[in-house]
């Protein structure tokens, strides 16, 4: 598959994650049903499995062009850095999500979160990760 197919599927996923998280803002506790939740799931996994699938064909293509230009095989390099990378930045950004809902008040042992705390975690949950996405959109564009 060329790249040409390849960075419009992943656009498409990336857009498809906005799109998921967009929707999880809209969603108010209490008044969600079954059916909200369901498009919500399909969304998010469309475009998730889109952007899995295709990071790794990409990066492929360029560990075919390093090979080719540089005349060694570093694939194993890129594959174990884009890894890292990937490994990397779901800690990191737990750990700011975690942060952003604690810093508005957030406690795991009430059983009713303030208003305040569930803004926290919904810009920790869904303004976080839009602006992050919309970045990477525009970086893949």
């Given at each position: 598959?060329?790249?040409?197919?390849?960075?419009?599927?992943?656009?498409?996923?990336?857009?498809?994650?906005i799109?998921?998280?967009?929707?999880?803002?809209?969603?108010?506790?209490?008044?969600?049903?079954?059916?909200?939740?369901?498009?919500?799931?399909?969304?998010?996994?469309?475009?998730?499995?889109?952007t899995?699938?295709?990071?790794?064909?990409?990066?492929?293509?360029?560990?075919?062009?390093?090979?080719?230009?540089?005349?060694v095989?570093?694939?194993?390099?890129?594959?174990?850095?884009?890894?890292?990378?990937?490994?990397?930045?779901?800690?990191?950004?737990?750990?700011?999500?975690?942060?952003?809902?604690?810093?508005?008040?957030?406690?795991?042992?009430?059983?009713?979160?303030?208003?305040?705390?569930?803004?926290?975690?919904m810009?920790?949950?869904?303004?976080?990760?839009?602006?992050?996405?919309?970045?990477?959109?525009?970086?893949?564009?």
């Open positions: 598959m060329p790249l040409l197919v390849k960075k419009p599927v992943l656009l498409l996923g990336i857009s498809l994650q799109v998921s998280y967009l929707y999880t803002y809209k969603l108010t506790p209490g008044d969600v049903g079954y059916w909200q939740l369901m498009g919500l799931k399909i969304i998010n996994t469309m475009g998730a499995s889109a899995v699938v295709m990071v790794p064909a990409i990066l492929s293509e360029i560990v075919d062009y390093s090979s080719w230009k540089y005349r095989a570093n694939a194993g390099t890129y594959y174990s850095i884009q890894n890292f990378v990937v490994k990397i930045n779901g800690g990191v950004g737990a750990a700011i999500g975690i942060g952003i809902a604690g810093w508005y008040g957030f406690d795991a042992t009430v059983t009713t979160q303030s208003a305040e705390s569930a803004a926290g975690l810009i920790s949950m869904t303004g976080c990760p839009v602006a992050l996405r919309l970045s990477l959109w525009c970086y893949f564009r």
